[in-house]
Nanobody, 115 residues
Framework: QVQLVESGGGLVQPGGSLGLSCAASGSHGRLYNMGWYRQAPGQQRELAAQITSIGIINYSNSVKGRFTISLDSAKNTAYLQMNNLKPEDTAVYYC?????????WGRGTQVVVSS
């Protein structure tokens, strides 16, 4: 059974940085892409960043230039480096993986940007 285990997150001041990681375990299938979605209070879940197994990357306009996603395919692990964080980045961040065309989700990790 595939599990996505997220780590990182926490509280940071505006302008600060945080890193998230997400490891997919229990899979022997083909990894198509991994990504990070986020959901702020009272808002719909939205894509923040996504990377395919061949390195094609997509960022939302709100994080472009500040967030960097990377993928270690050998470890089925995705990373999200978040710089110059803003209060509006406050949300629960969910890892997502497409393995054998099945979508999997992590439980989410909280990121709070506040002074």
């Amino acid at each position: 059974q595939v599990q996505l285990v997220e780590s990182g997150g926490g509280l940071v001041q505006p302008g600060g940085s945080l890193g998230l990681s997400c490891a997919a375990s229990g899979s022997h299938g083909r990894l198509y892409n991994m990504g990070w979605y986020r959901q702020a209070p009272g808002q719909q879940r939205e894509l923040a960043a996504q990377i395919t197994s061949i390195g094609i990357i997509n960022y939302s306009n709100s994080v472009k230039g500040r967030f960097t996603i990377s993928l270690d395919s050998a470890k089925n692990t995705a990373y999200l480096q978040m710089n110059n964080l803003k209060p509006e980045d406050t949300a629960v961040y969910y890892c997502n993986a497409n393995i054998d065309l099945v979508m999997y989700w992590g439980r989410g990790t909280q990121v709070v940007v506040s002074s």
